[in-house]
């Protein structure tokens, strides 16, 4: 079996401690045997979506209106078999990086069309780093959780103690979160449960070669939109 290739997203603006926990997870999951590709927002541009549905009008699966730094980002969502975004805390949920990354997806679901299960095959996990304590890891977290359920992607934690995935904590301080041991650790391990469980379902869909019916996706919707 080839290896499983693991996209992390960092939607931090900063090379900082948002960073250190996802390089802390994508080290572990290539011990684990997974390949890794880590994918900063730092300084790309990606502008909001707008809601004008011509993705899902032209049946493309990638915006056709921005041409700006989404647009080499798509094929690598695409072709992951696990993904973990990690977001810095603001306001207790996800950076606006990283949800224009997320809307910038208007169209994702036109994939399971002609492929029912091409989301259900990938794993997803979320890291989280907050300048306190307790100042909204958790619920950011759940945010980028809610935001890969949407998609259909088959969502982990890091196992046992790690509920929504990783909560790091900074002490607001750039680097702070190589001090937070056990944020690292949980890191760690979700860096491992998401590579193990993704080649676990890699092997699954080789030995068991399940497809799903194709057109069992989401036709109606699309019938619907031809009106607008
Ligand atoms: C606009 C803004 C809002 C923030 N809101 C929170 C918050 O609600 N809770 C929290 O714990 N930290 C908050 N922080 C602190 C950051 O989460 C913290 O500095 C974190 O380390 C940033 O990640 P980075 O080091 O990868 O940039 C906020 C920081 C900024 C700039």
Redesign the pocket.
């Known amino acids: 079996m080839e290896k499983v290739k693991i996209l992390g997203i960092c939607g931090?603006p900063?090379d900082?401690?948002?960073?250190i926990g996802l390089r802390a997870a994508l080290e572990e999951a290539e011990k684990w045997g997974a390949e890794t590709e880590l994918i900063s927002l730092r300084g790309k541009k990606i502008n909001p979506c707008i809601a004008c549905d011509k993705c899902l009008r032209e049946g493309s699966l990638k915006c056709c209106v921005w041409k700006d730094d989404m647009t080499e980002l798509y094929d690598k969502w695409y072709e992951a078999d696990g993904v973990i975004v990690a977001s810095?805390?603001?306001?207790?949920a996800p950076t606006a990086q990283t949800m224009a990354f997320f809307h910038r997806f208007r169209s994702f679901w036109l994939k399971s069309e002609k492929d029912p299960d091409f989301f259900n095959r990938k794993i997803g996990a979320a890291i989280s780093?907050?300048?306190?304590r307790n100042?909204?890891e958790e619920t950011t977290n759940q945010v980028i959780l809610n935001a890969l359920s949407s998609f259909g992607i088959t969502l982990v934690n890091g196992g046992i103690g790690t509920y929504t995935g990783a909560c790091l904590w900074?002490d607001?301080n750039?680097y702070g979160a190589n001090d937070d041991e056990i944020g690292l650790f949980n890191c760690r391990k979700v860096g491992r449960k998401v590579a193990v469980m993704a080649q676990y379902m890699k092997a699954g869909v080789e030995q068991l070669g399940i497809k799903g019916d194709e057109g069992a996706g989401t036709g109606i919707e699309m019938e619907a939109l031809k009106d607008k």
């Open positions: 931090s900063r900082a401690s948002t960073m810095p805390v603001y306001l207790m780093c907050g300048g306190t100042g909204g900074s607001n750039r």
